[in-house]
Structure formats: structure tokens, C-alpha cells
């Protein structure tokens, strides 16, 4: 079993930038291929990057590509989501999500295990 906690959301002006991390517990985090998912007010949770186990490959919603950039460090049991450009359509909450076995999936019920989330609010 695998603890997710993020951290690194708030308030940022249109155009701007931030940086959410995701801490794992456990000494497996390497076997899990995680994700950014999102969940604005009214909204179904939607897929936003994935990474798989090896960092080899990464997947992005179409929505964020070439402005939000996903990586992980494996020896700190740490995944982030770098957002540049954002917009205030990127406002929501963000969750970290880990998957046990490989591949990259868009829908949630593919995740074991979830974060608490953390809140990113963009201002036009």
C-alpha cells in the first residue's frame, strides 16, 4: 500500500507558473506508474499527465500539452507536475494518483491509490 500527499498548490496570475509535488510512502514507488489527475467545481475528474514506471514515457491530456511537464524521482518517492502558461480554466483541484503494474490510463478507476488533492487557482 502506497500514502500519497501533495503539496505546492495556491494562487497564481494567468501566464504563470507552479510546481506541485506528490511524496510517497513506501519503498515500492517505483513499481507504481503515476498520474496528475483534476476535478474543478461541478466537474468530473479528468485526466491531466502520466509517467510511467521508469519515467521512459510520459502522456498529457491535450489540454495542458507543451505547457505542463510530469516527472519523478524515483530514490525521493516524489512525482511532480510542472504548469506553465497556466489559464483560469486550469483552475481545480489537483490529485496525485498511483497504479499498481504498468501503463498510462486517462480514466481514474484504473488508480489503486489517491491523494488528498491539492488546490490550484488561477486568476485572470
Known amino acids: 500500500q502506497v500514502q500519497l500527499v501533495e503539496s505546492g498548490g495556491g494562487l497564481v496570475q494567468a501566464g504563470g507558473s507552479l510546481r506541485v509535488s506528490c511524496a510517497a510512502s513506501?519503498?515500492?514507488?517505483?513499481?507504481?506508474?503515476m498520474a496528475w489527475f483534476r476535478q474543478a467545481p461541478g466537474k468530473e475528474r479528468e485526466f491531466v499527465a502520466g509517467?510511467?514506471?521508469?519515467?521512459?514515457?510520459?502522456y498529457y491530456a491535450d489540454s495542458v500539452k507543451g505547457r505542463f511537464t510530469i516527472s519523478r524521482d524515483n530514490a525521493r518517492n516524489t512525482v511532480y507536475l510542472q504548469m506553465n502558461s497556466l489559464k483560469p480554466e486550469d483552475t481545480a483541484v489537483y490529485y496525485c494518483?498511483?497504479?499498481?503494474?504498468?501503463?498510462?490510463?486517462?480514466?481514474?478507476?484504473?488508480?489503486?491509490?489517491w491523494g488528498q488533492g491539492t488546490q490550484v487557482t488561477v486568476a485572470s
Open positions: 509517467i510511467t514506471r521508469s519515467a521512459g514515457n510520459t
Open positions: 513506501g519503498r515500492t514507488f517505483s513499481s507504481y506508474t
Open positions: 494518483a498511483a497504479r499498481v503494474g504498468g501503463g498510462v490510463y486517462a480514466r481514474p478507476l484504473e488508480y489503486n491509490y
